[in-house]
């Protein structure tokens, strides 16, 4: 049981099982964690190697292949931390697609397959980091490795300047 000062300094007393929603919910079991192997035939996510560098669309990977680790992974938060979590990898996810896939400034991305927006080539690297574990450690190489090829890949100067004028444009 629980015990909170009111405003008005009187004590109420609150009974555990109406705090469950601030505990991690070990109760629900998150589907099973997907692999690059089951999707390498999938043509929305992978273009089969010519050259032998994996080759990927970054956010239809994370989308649709890491989203299960970040579920298992987020078993250890209680529900407000995991929508938080949530929402801030879909918005990294959706970020990327917006940017890389833009018809009028990609900020400066180039994608690796001709005339298809959006494919990187080096995608086992983030194949690599999907685990099916739910250790923070584990889940953080993968947006550790995620980073990297954001950085890698776009003109964070020319982004930086283009969410500057944004910015500027917003009046309160």
Excluded at 49 to 59: F, I, K, M, N
Excluded at 102 to 107: F, G, I, K, L, Q
Aim: hydrophobic residues 35%; charged residues 25%; negative net charge.
């Amino acid at each position: 049981m629980a015990r909170f000062e009111t405003v008005l300094g009187e004590f109420v007393n609150i009974p555990a099982s109406d705090n469950n929603w601030r505990k991690p919910d070990k109760t629900h079991t998150p589907p099973p964690v997907k692999f690059c192997d089951d999707f390498k035939t999938d043509e929305d996510i992978f273009q089969q190697p010519a050259t032998g560098s994996l080759t990927c669309r970054v956010p239809d990977l994370m989308d649709k292949i890491a989203s299960t680790q970040l579920e298992h992974f987020l078993v250890n938060y209680e529900h407000d931390t995991q929508r938080f979590l949530r929402d801030g990898f879909n918005n990294m996810v959706h970020g990327w697609r917006d940017m890389a896939e833009s018809n009028e400034d990609t900020c400066g991305f180039t994608s690796s397959v001709e005339n298809k927006p959006g494919y990187v080539g080096n995608c086992l690297t983030l194949c690599l980091e999907i685990k099916d574990s739910n250790n923070p450690s584990d889940f953080a190489g993968l947006l550790r490795n995620f980073d990297t090829f954001f950085r890698n890949r776009f003109d964070l100067c020319k982004y930086h300047l283009k969410l500057t004028k944004f910015k500027n444009k917003i009046v309160f």
